[in-house]
């Protein structure tokens, strides 16, 4: 059974930046898309980024795009989200999620593509 133990979230002033990190304890990495995605008070869970396993493959939700990057290191077993410039409305449970699939397989969206889910970080950003 794969495992997802995220880690890096915390408070932090409009304007900061923070990296998530998600170690991921399965052995064949690299056929795992990972993805990330958040969950903000009283709203439904939404895709973040997402990456494929030979790591080729990157997708952004809108709302990010050009403040954050994922990036993964497989020999690590971890993906990483770099955020930068965030914002109050980025705050939010950030989750990492794992799809067993091909390295070349495209990065989904939907949330119900992935298998295996971390126990969430918070992120917290104040104005």
């Known amino acids: 059974q794969v495992q997802l133990v995220e880690s890096g979230g915390g408070m932090v002033h409009s304007g900061d930046s923070l990296r998530l990190s998600c170690a991921n304890s399965?052995?064949?990495?690299?056929?795992?898309?990972m993805g990330w995605f958040r969950q903000a008070a009283g709203k439904e869970r939404e895709f973040v980024a997402g990456?494929?396993?030979?790591?080729?493959?990157?997708s952004y939700a809108d709302s990010v795009k050009g403040r954050f990057s994922v990036s993964r290191d497989n020999a690590k077993n971890t993906v990483l989200l770099q955020m930068n410039s965030l914002k109050p409305e980025d705050t939010a449970i950030y989750y990492c999620?794992?799809?067993?699939?091909?390295?070349?397989?495209?990065?989904?969206?939907?949330?119900?593509?992935?298998?295996?889910w971390g126990q969430g970080t918070q992120v917290t950003v104040s104005s």
């Open positions: 399965g052995r064949t990495f690299s056929w795992y898309v």
């Open positions: 990456i494929s396993g030979n790591g080729e493959g990157i």
């Open positions: 999620a794992a799809d067993f699939a091909a390295p070349n397989a495209a990065v989904s969206t939907n949330r119900r593509s992935y298998e295996t």
